[in-house]
């Protein structure tokens, strides 16, 4: 998986969100609320490839919905991390 715009390519372990494969990779990404879906700051952009997701969690279609995020805008807490994954964190 890749984290833009830091550029840094990691490993991730099956069953991880995107938010546990950055934080165990010394990647920053906000998550105020502490991983639990309710504040949006860990909000990232899916580059590549958006095929395949994971579904977004009840919880996450809501803040979706609230904030009017695009299908390539997820909560990284909620968000199963993938292989190939590229996401970029504003």
Request: hydrophobic share 35%; glycine share 6%; charged share 30%.
């Amino acid at each position: 998986m890749t984290f833009l715009p830091c550029d840094k390519r990691v490993s991730i372990k099956p069953g991880q969100t995107v938010l546990d494969v950055a934080l165990s990779n010394g990647v920053e990404l906000d998550h105020s609320c502490g991983g639990m879906g309710s504040c949006t700051t860990c909000r990232v952009f899916v580059e590549s490839p958006l095929e395949n997701l994971s579904e977004r969690t009840d919880l996450e279609r809501e803040r979706a919905e609230e904030r009017g995020f695009l299908e390539n805008e997820r909560l990284a807490c909620q968000l199963e991390a993938m292989d190939e994954m590229v996401v970029r964190i504003d």
